[in-house]
């Protein structure tokens, strides 16, 4: 089904052939805002965070001229066919994507390679972008649902790089140069830590031929990346003032890593718990039998060498402590009471065809195969993922919550008055 190659510098390319006019293309990085102040060789956990808010800078400004372009001709490039560019930064990834007609596939990974290898971090257009990173960084200040995701996470790994915030500090932002972020670029941002992903109808031989010409002339070279300090989970239970109609609360803990051999059994729990279901066990036991609030979910985000579960609810701030009670009450019994074999199989074929349903959207596929080969260097298949989910025991799924939710490793954040 996945196709792949490596060109001679090391870059990877995956191919999901689909029969679409449409064509889902990017490219993965490995950097993220882990690697924000961590050159290769230096402490990274005792970082003075000098850095926070660079490689999502950096996401942003690859879109502010090359020394072929100019910003309006990058913009251009993709939309002026009817297409779509884009880009994202998590903790561990950047990530530039399109979405276009196969025919304009060429100009789409000609863009690509151009921004990344070419980007000339124009001075006037970087302190234009200053301002509006500033102003998204206002925006999720005004936001506590998404707020509280940021402070958690910084509770969660403090003194750790991936306590840093993705988008950083506005002092940081505005201190930013465009020497800074060369030299930023030209250290971590290395070939070898990169990956091709294309889902649509691309003959690979072509696909491949693309990436000589545009990806190839580049040479790789070491990466000033370090990832070496081991992150520690720190337990708390913290109350913020704040003067919002809805409590925000976060409870969460330590999950399994990218690599854990207990991850797919966690993303299982998690999608029973608080997955986007209505039939999830938080739904039913919080919103639908007391109408206690509108949003609940858990997230699982496993990283490279540690992973997070968390589970968020706006309330009332009357029936606070009762949801806390209740969402604990709903993991001790994760913990206490196995699935019985057809709770087990109801759970499994729900998350099969939720599977199925989102790799039907081209460009969830691509996006997901490229991660997955920036970890693995390898894509399971559907149905491989779909075995290793029907391979998953009630016995698993009870000693990964016995393991996971104890009392004691559980932490708290709460935003309300």
Known sequence: MYQYHTLGNGIRIILSHTPSRVVYSGVYINVGSRDDCAPKGANVASSDGAGEGMAHFIEHSLFKGTSHRRPHHILNRIDGVGGELNAFTTKEETALYATSLAEHLPRCLELFA????????????????????????????????????????????????????????????????????????????VPSRMVVTVAGDVRFDRLV????????????????????????????????????????????????????RDKTAFTLLNNILGGPAMNSRLNVAIRERYGFCYTIESQYVPFSDTGLFYLYAGVDPGA??????????????????????????????????????????????????????????????????????????????????????????????VYGN
């Open 114 to 189: 151009d921004i990344l290898f070419h980007s000339t971090f124009p001075e006037a257009e970087i302190e234009k972008e200053k301002d509006v990173v500033l102003e998204e960084i206002n925006s999720y200040s005004d936001s506590p649902a998404e707020l509280i995701y940021d402070q958690f996470e910084e509770l969660a790994y403090e003194g750790h790089p991936l306590a840093h915030n993705i988008l950083g500090t506005k002092r940081n932002v505005r201190r930013f140069t465009p020497e800074r972020l060369r030299r930023h670029l030209q250290q971590c941002y």
């Open 209 to 260: 031929r693309l990436c000589e010409r545009y990806f190839g002339p580049v040479a790789d070279r070491p990466a000033a990346v370090d990832r070496s300090a081991k992150p520690s989970f720190h337990v708390f239970d913290r109350h913020f003032n704040r003067h919002t109609h809805q409590a925000h609360f976060l409870l969460g803990c330590e999950a399994p890593d990218v690599y854990h």
């Open 320 to 413: 606070q402590q009762r949801v806390v009670d209740l969402v604990r009450r709903e993991l001790q019994h994760m913990a206490d009471t196995p699935l019985t074999e057809r709770q087990l199989r109801q759970a499994q074929r729900q998350f099969i065809g939720q599977m199925a349903i989102n790799n039907d959207l081209g460009l969830n596929e691509m996006q997901s195969i490229g991660k997955a080969c920036l970890n693995f260097d390898h894509v399971d298949t559907l149905e491989e993922m779909n075995a290793d989910i029907m391979n998953v025991t009630a016995a698993d799924l009870q000693r990964v919550a016995q393991e996971r939710f104890l009392p004691d490793r559980i932490s708290t954040l």
